[in-house]
C-alpha cells in the first residue's frame, strides 16, 4: 500500500509557510506564542492531548503530515494549521504596514 503524497502546490504552501513561520521565530516569536496568536487549539482525544505548539512543531517537520480528517465535514489539521497561519500573517502584516506607513509617509 503507497502511502498518499501531496500535490505540488500544497508542497508549495507548506513550503512558504514554514519558511514565514521561521522568519517570525527569528524575530522573537517563539512556537508557542505564534500557535496561540494564529488561533490554534489544542486537539484532544481519549488516549492524548497535543498542545497548540506541539501541533505546530508536528506539522513543520514534514508536509505529508496530519493531512487526514477523521470525520466528514471537518478540515484535516495541517489544513487548519495552514489557513489560520496564512490568517495570523495577514493581519501581522497590516499591522506592521499601518505603523511604518505614517513614518514612510513623511518622506513623500
Request: aromatic share 6%.
Amino acid at each position: 500500500m503507497q502511502t498518499p503524497t501531496i500535490d505540488a502546490s500544497t508542497e508549495a504552501r507548506w513550503e512558504q509557510l514554514t519558511a514565514r513561520l521561521a522568519d517570525e521565530m527569528a524575530r522573537g516569536f517563539s512556537l508557542t506564542r505564534i500557535a496561540i496568536e494564529a488561533g490554534l487549539s489544542a486537539q484532544r482525544s481519549h488516549l492524548s492531548n497535543t498542545q497548540p505548539a506541539d501541533r505546530l512543531r508536528a506539522w513543520t517537520v514534514d508536509p505529508e503530515a496530519m493531512r487526514f480528517n477523521r470525520n466528514a465535514g471537518e478540515l484535516a489539521p495541517a489544513e487548519e494549521i495552514e489557513q489560520k497561519l496564512e490568517k495570523w500573517f495577514s493581519e501581522l502584516d497590516a499591522e506592521r504596514a499601518t505603523q511604518t506607513a505614517p513614518a514612510a509617509a513623511q518622506f513623500i
